[in-house]
């Protein structure tokens, strides 16, 4: 039985099996998240970034599990980062899981960093990594980082 899932978030991608990932999810696509099994949301917003609603009392709300790593830009996509990442979705090994940022790039970036460092990956296959999970205009950053490691 497959575990794809396809949450309505904006910039939405399914780089794996049971993993959703894009941008900014409203209450409403939470909701759609929890009726399709998703059992954690990984926010990569800073607290500080603005958001109408309190995403982590809607999320525990629906009875899932709220995750939050900030990445405010490309100062936080560190390999400890990717690592915490890593140590979410492991956690969640339970269910489907949706990650996002404000517009999926951050989500990217964090998944290639987290393909190099945890899983081992070339830089190259990384970065394909990160593109199937949203990478765009922060690859350069991304390669800087992998390179410099």
């Known amino acids: 039985m497959s ?7 904006p910039n939405a991608c399914t780089p794996a099996e049971g993993l959703c990932t894009g941008g900014r999810p409203r209450p409403e696509h939470l909701e759609q998240a929890r009726q399709r ?3 954690m949301i990984v926010n990569l917003c800073p607290p500080s970034e603005p958001s109408d609603y309190d995403e982590a009392a809607v999320v525990r709300s629906l009875g ?14 560190t390999p400890a980062n990717a690592r915490k990442l890593a140590t979410a979705l492991s956690d969640a090994e339970a269910g489907p899981v949706l990650v996002h940022c404000a517009s999926g790039n951050r989500v990217g970036a964090l998944f290639a960093l987290k393909a190099h460092f945890v899983d081992g990956l070339p830089i190259e296959e990384a970065v394909n990594a990160g593109r199937a999970a949203g990478l765009k205009i922060l690859e350069p ?8 490691h």
């Open 64 to 77: 899932m599990v709220y995750v939050n790593i900030p990445v405010a830009g490309p100062a936080d996509l």
């Open 3 to 9: 575990s794809q899932i396809w949450i309505d978030v």
């Open 141 to 148: 950053a991304v390669r800087n980082i992998l390179a410099g």
């Open 37 to 39: 099994g998703v059992k």
